[in-house]
């Protein structure tokens, strides 16, 4: 089944431990991106990677890391978590550069909450 | 600063009625507009999309409008049906980069 997978679905940690949420596709798609969603500001871009060790800054990347090192998977990185950073985070994928590609699907979303 | 904006937090509609979705951009660089549909506990999912180079969209029930120079996107769905009934973002795409709007909440009423 064509998928992207996410890891946790939930989380509860404290200020400044570092975490890392997974995410992979099994569609071979180029395109993959970090997303948060919060009440009032619907889905804002963290970071997006056009292909393998090419990432990027979308609109909101303080405080975040990835890398793509093989193209299925995509994870973000918190290396020192703040409570500003609790949110609903989704990544999701495409096969290619959103002028070619522009549906992309969407992981079920990681519910992260930093104390 | 929002650049894809969605005013209406919330949409009841009849079942078998129209609903219509609405959507306002800032960004005249914005290339495509897209709409995905989000069920709770769930990832968004792609619903239609459209080319700043077309005004209208159609697939089934779901048709996009494109109003380039009010800078304005809507979605029609039509016959609306409770299973419809879920949370509408539009997005648009710029380069590389996607903006969403805050969705719309539609129930569609039996």
């Known amino acids: 089944e064509a998928q992207v997978t996410q890891n946790p679905r939930y989380l509860i940690t404290v200020t400044g431990k570092k975490l890392t949420v997974t995410c992979s596709q099994n569609m071979n798609h180029e395109y993959m991106s970090w997303y948060r969603q919060d009440p009032g500001l619907g889905l804002r871009q963290i970071y997006y990677?056009?292909?393998?060790?090419?990432?990027d800054k979308g609109d909101v990347p303080e405080g975040y890391k990835v890398s793509r090192k093989e193209k299925r998977n995509f994870p973000l990185i918190l290396e020192s978590p703040s409570p500003n950073q609790t949110s609903l985070y989704f990544c999701?994928?495409?096969?290619?550069?959103?002028?070619?590609?522009?549906?992309?699907?969407f992981g079920p979303g990681t519910r992260l909450t930093v104390l | 600063d929002q650049q894809v904006k969605q005013n209406s937090p919330s949409l009841s509609v009849q079942e078998g009625r129209i609903s219509i979705l609405n959507c306002d951009y800032t960004?005249?660089?914005?290339?495509?507009f897209l709409w995905y549909k989000k069920y709770p506990a769930e990832g968004p999912t792609f619903l239609i999309s459209?080319?700043?180079?077309?005004d209208k969209n159609e697939d089934g029930r779901f048709t996009v409008f494109l109003n380039k120079s009010a800078k304005h996107l809507s979605l029609h769905i039509v016959p609306s049906q409770p299973g419809d009934s879920a949370v509408y973002f539009c997005?648009?795409?710029?380069?590389?980069?996607?903006?969403f709007g805050t969705g719309t909440s539609l129930t569609v009423i039996p």
């Open positions: 999701a994928s495409s096969k290619g550069t959103p002028e070619l590609y522009n549906e992309q699907f």
């Open positions: 997005a648009a795409s710029a380069g590389n980069q996607f903006y």
């Open positions: 960004n005249s660089m914005f290339d495509y």
């Open positions: 459209i080319s700043s180079i077309k």
């Open positions: 990677s056009m292909n393998v060790e090419v990432t």
